[in-house]
């Protein structure tokens, strides 16, 4: 597996080989040593989740109280998305700066953020399915920033009608998290991220 960092510090994308043969095809999505050498520690994993969304379906904004935090290694086995990866984390040199990544069944690949990042992803397929590997699972740290916020600037492609929750519909825009600071704090989250790194 090859590791690329993104835009976003601590992040990165994951790439491997598809091998096809008369029978069908294969790849290694995740690979403990590769992922561990390329982030510096590897993921404990807790929880995986396997979400199908139809064309249109927008997830997120989600982000999490760091620490504790929840990283998550995700890829998509069927269909097609636009992952949107957001730096969240207040005093961060690139605050508010983002990561567009395509996942697809085509060209599989692996993407990581750590906990504190924030991700929203929109289908551009039906039945398209998503797989995250998360390091806890615990409801009570995550949040959803309103995805179509226009502060957010997102990319959102023009030519999909997007769907939401009605939770994600009615969820706080970003403002209402900076002013009182909701976000997490870029000092901190670095201190406690580099100390899996010891």
Known sequence: MEARKLTVPYTYAF?????????????????HDSFAKAIGYPLPIAHISHTVSKRGTV???????????????LYCPRGALLNMIVDLRIGSPIYG??????????????????????????????????????????????HTIYPLDPDLELPWPSAIEPILSEKEMNAPKLAEYEVPAKLPFYEEWVEYYESFLK
């Open 59 to 73: 997830r997120g904004l989600h982000f999490t109280d760091t620490p504790p935090g929840k990283s998550k290694y």
């Open 97 to 142: 700066r983002y990561d567009v990544i395509r996942l697809d069944q085509d060209a599989i690949r692996g993407v990581f953020l750590p906990g504190g990042v924030g991700h929203a992803y929109i289908a551009l397929a039906d039945k398209t399915v998503l797989v995250e590997m998360c390091s806890t699972d615990d409801p009570d740290i995550e």
């Open 15 to 31: 790439t491997d080989h598809l091998i096809r043969e008369k029978r069908g095809a294969s790849i290694d999505f995740y690979r």
